[in-house]
């Protein structure tokens, strides 16, 4: 996800203090609100096809109140485990870092910087069959920069998917290609939150744990380039209405491409180590002011209050750029700022119940008994081990389907087995985050994917050639995050075969800068 926190393992309980809740049938019950949900979501969006993500909230809901008749006793402690999962500060922290990417990339998005994108792959001649495979190391360049894999989708969705499709790239593969590049920076990025996490739970140095796990990202995306290349010679693109050439043309604007620069400031800023907040900040106030030096949009593109007339000071004020007369029946706030956020309410809510049922679950032991079957019946040797925690990491993800949540809460176990078998912090560490990385934007209901579909809600609104039916369900994507999968498999090869593996003997933390 990557925002920078400053101490993440503060942000997610898991498990430590508090009042345990008893259900009827067991542990395992407190999984019940989770559980309803996936199901809920793989009938929605895989079975009916139905991409809507209050739909998804409604599913969470009802599992939340049907969970609560399994309750022991009060239902008191119960609702207040919702209340103490949805105000976790994970949580939070992504719903913010949503919100500042999110007026980042439409600021960009008035000012032309798609244009800007189809005019530069036009003249050099980068068409479909390059272009998915293109985004995805932009994507990942961007999210390892700016550290937010979650930030680094909403952009790309926003700014690169539109490009691809009009230029015939296959929008599967267009929003696999991105949700790569997302999951590379996230795992690899020395300011991410996963980075952070994973190393600070395992008793690591953050340098070391880069440095120590570029070898593994770098073989999976060195596989997945290609495996976008050729996966786009054999999945078409669809027909846009209209002569494609015709509206390439139409599109085609370098000017556009002064936001280079924009987010230049962001990754920076973030490089510099600055929070990534205001890294974004810093990006958004020179997207404004290119977009104003520049002639590329107007104030009111970007902030606009529609006032009646008859509102006082209107009329003295009308001179104004952002304040326009209007009907009453037009009264409103809009600009791109304002389109920037008002995407992901509905998705912030979701997210806010999905991690109050995690809540419910680790509060519940579920979360417990997992892993103690998990590491007690299957970690019997190094190899099995480090086996078991890719597997428990990747079932843990699947539930708490946050990266950074799932990090938090499994990152002590993943510590525990690991020192049981003496195996390298910075093994440790890797482990934990390529899963919790790669399959945060796999699920069709994990967090990276649906903030991207999410993004994706209001193209049709900003191009006339864009279609509803050319936004990607989120169940369509899950084969094609190539970078995703692959790291997965890079894992399970290394903890089967011991490559890269070492033991806290083999090096000490503060022998990272030999590295």
Known sequence: MGANPADPTDEFDAGAGGADLQFYGGRVMSAFPILFFIAWAIVQTALWRVADTTGLTVGILIGLIVGMFFVKGSWTGYANTIFEGM?????????????WAGMFAETLQVGGFVEGLVWLADVSGVGALLFPAITFVLAALLATGIGTGYGTTIAFVVLFFPAGILLGANPVLMFGAILSGAIFGDNLAPVSDTTIVSAV????????VVATRFKYAIVAAAIAFPAYVLASSALPGIDVAGDPAEIIAAAAEPAGLIHLVSMAAVIGTAVAGRHIIEAISWGIIVA?????????????????????????LVEPLAFLPILEVVEPGEVGVGGSLLAGIEGFFALAILILFIIAAA????????????????????????RNAELTMVGSSALINAAITINTAAEIAIGPYISKVGE????NGY????????????????????????????????????????????????????????HGWLLVAVFVVAAATGFGREYVIDRESEEVARV
């Open 87 to 99: 105000t976790q500060p994970v949580a939070v922290t992504a719903v913010v870092a949503w919100l």
């Open 201 to 208: 739970t395992q008793d690591s140095d953050i340098g070391g």
């Open 288 to 312: 404004v002011v290119a977009n104003l030096l520049f002639g590329l949009s107007t104030a009111s593109d970007i902030l606009v209050f529609r006032a009646p007339a008859d509102g006082p």
């Open 359 to 382: 809540q419910i679950m680790i509060r519940g032991g579920a979360f417990d008994a997992i892993l103690e079957f998990s590491f007690d019946r299957l970690a019997t040797n190094v």
């Open 420 to 423: 049981r078998f003496n195996i």
């Open 427 to 482: 093994r440790r560490a890797n482990i934990l985050d390529a899963n919790t990385a790669a399959l945060g934007y796999i699920f069709p209901w994990s967090g990276g994917v649906l903030v991207g579909f999410e993004a994706m809600q209001g193209l049709p609104d900003e191009f006339e050639w864009f279609e509803a039916g050319m936004i990607v369900n989120p169940v369509e994507v899950f084969p094609f995050v190539f």
